[in-house]
């Protein structure tokens, strides 16, 4: 049945082919055990939580339970929840009827459709069929009310004349037209108290009620919900019998090690570094801006219940490559190599990302947080260097009266100018090629310049965007 033009297109048809019914949780489990012991590769794209993260999920789904996801932003929760649908068949066969639910032809919960299967000859009965891509839906949960995802009275249906006791006088919402699909919520706590409520039988009896009303249905969904864990564990904020009914809590986290960082930094920034004007990103550019980062995850000045996200790693990555590569069109750099001074234009793609710690900061603007929390990066990383590495001789060269200027749009060759011979350690300590590349050294000397800088080893006088270091 790959081909859709050889997929059953009538009941009988389709019970001729041996097709089974089974629920949307049953379909997902066996499709992921499939998977798992094929040795699949089961969440593409998400890196550093295999040994965390992902187990979780995989027990949970052994489980058939629903899922919350909680983290803080930026944690890769809806990537993992959208995820969900690789576990679902390709596509499931539906009754093709006037009907809001994509009925279970061998199982349906209408009363159109259960008269149509009873009162019909199943040849007679036409078959359509679902694409997983369609099955699954979300919705943010600020301002969405109970008619939006459960359902509400049609007071039109009901001026039609259409009869209190029919499902017709129904209009229902996203959940109920999910049925044998998936449906995530995001931000849970901000979910109204009411629409929380209504919850609980889906969640538990699996059916859906509306305003007490004496109809039932029979929904087949997987659930999945994401929070942050300020807003879920606040009191008042998620009702606990809503809690309860949720099968597993999946606590995400933000990388343990900066080499995932960089990792996810290089895969989710998806720029392309070849081209007419290419970028050479030094490895240890890529260790500062995600160092940057875990700084800021760190620092007393943020707000650390409000998380930072990893997108504050991509733009700073992406505005980093891209002030190179401005210097690399204008100066004819080729390819155009990252250096500290491109550092300076992160308060574009950093200023309103960061929430300051009103207590912590103490009066200081963002841009004093941003421009402490770089030198801390620098700082971190540059004693890395000189303790793995020893950068003696390099610092030797700098200690005695070297004076330079940078700056984002000064060529590579005055660099080169003031520094002829590259020292022995560079070519170890920095895996870049410095000796024969100007714009490369340009990006060393101005790391060990700001490293010198951040242990106090060396003085630095700024203005309008240039800096100059000297002992």
Same mark, same amino acid.
């Given at each position: ?217 029979? =929904? #087949?969904?997987?659930?999945?919900? $994401? /929070?942050?864990? !300020?807003?879920? &564990?606040?009191?008042?904020? %998620? ?62 000045? =943020? #707000?650390?219940?409000?998380?930072? $996200? /990893?997108?504050? !790693?991509?733009? &700073?990555?992406?505005?980093? %490559? ?150």
């Amino acid at each position: 049945m790959a081909n859709a033009n050889e997929r059953p297109n009538n009941l009988q048809s389709l019970i001729d082919s041996g097709w089974q019914s089974k629920s949307v949780k049953q379909e997902i489990q066996d499709n992921f055990v499939r998977m798992l012991a094929a040795g699949e590769e089961l969440y593409p794209g998400i890196l550093g939580y295999d040994y965390t993260v992902i187990p979780e999920i995989n027990i949970a789904l052994l489980s058939n339970h629903d899922m919350l996801y909680l983290g803080e932003k930026g944690q890769a929760k809806s990537r993992l929840m959208r995820g969900m649908i690789r576990f679902l068949d390709p596509f499931v066969p539906y009754l093709d009827i006037d009907s809001p639910f994509h009925e279970d032809p061998l199982d349906p919960i209408s009363s159109t459709a259960k008269t149509l299967v009873a009162n019909t000859p199943p040849s007679e009965i036409p078959i359509k069929w679902w694409d997983r891509e369609d099955r699954y839906a979300e919705r943010l949960a600020p301002g969405t009310k109970f008619a939006d995802i459960i359902g509400e009275i049609d007071p039109a249906k009901l001026a039609g004349g259409v009869s209190m006791s029919s499902e017709d006088a129904l209009h229902f919402g996203l959940i109920p037209r999910m049925h044998r699909g998936i449906f995530a919520i995001n931000e849970l706590p901000e979910l109204d108290e009411l629409v929380q409520v209504g919850l609980f039988n889906i969640l538990e009896e699996r059916d859906v009620q509306v305003r007490g009303f004496p109809v039932r249905f029979d =929904i #087949d969904v997987l659930i999945l919900f $994401s /929070a942050n864990p !300020s807003t879920y &564990n606040r009191s008042g904020k %998620v009702i606990p019998q809503l809690k309860d009914r949720i099968g597993s809590l999946i606590q995400t986290h933000y990388p343990e090690d900066r080499a995932v960082g960089i990792e996810i930094m290089e895969q989710e920034s998806e720029i392309v570094l070849d081209g007419d004007f290419p970028v050479a990103v030094p490895y240890f550019m890529k260790e500062i801006c995600e160092q940057i980062t875990v700084q800021a995850r760190k620092s007393k000045y =943020i #707000d650390q219940q409000s998380g930072v $996200s /990893a997108r504050f !790693s991509l733009a &700073n990555y992406r505005t980093m %490559v891209a002030s190179a590569r401005q210097r690399g069109i204008v100066l004819g750099e080729k390819p155009a190599v990252p250096r500290i001074s491109d550092l300076g234009h992160l308060y574009t793609s950093s200023l309103g990302k960061l929430e300051l710690d009103l207590m912590g900061s103490h009066q200081m603007s963002e841009r004093q947080v941003l421009d402490n929390i770089i030198a801390e990066a620098i700082n971190v990383v540059f004693t890395e260097y000189v303790t793995e590495h020893g950068l003696e001789d390099i610092s030797e060269i700098f200690g005695k009266g070297v004076r330079i200027e940078v700056g984002d749009m000064i060529p590579s060759s005055q660099y080169a100018d003031r520094l002829k011979q590259v020292p022995p350690a560079w070519e170890k300590a920095f895996e870049v090629n410095a000796s024969s590349d100007e714009a490369v050294r340009a990006s060393c000397v101005e790391f060990v310049l700001a490293g010198l800088y951040s242990v106090d080893k060396i003085s630095r006088l700024q203005d309008h965007g240039q800096s100059t270091y000297e002992t």
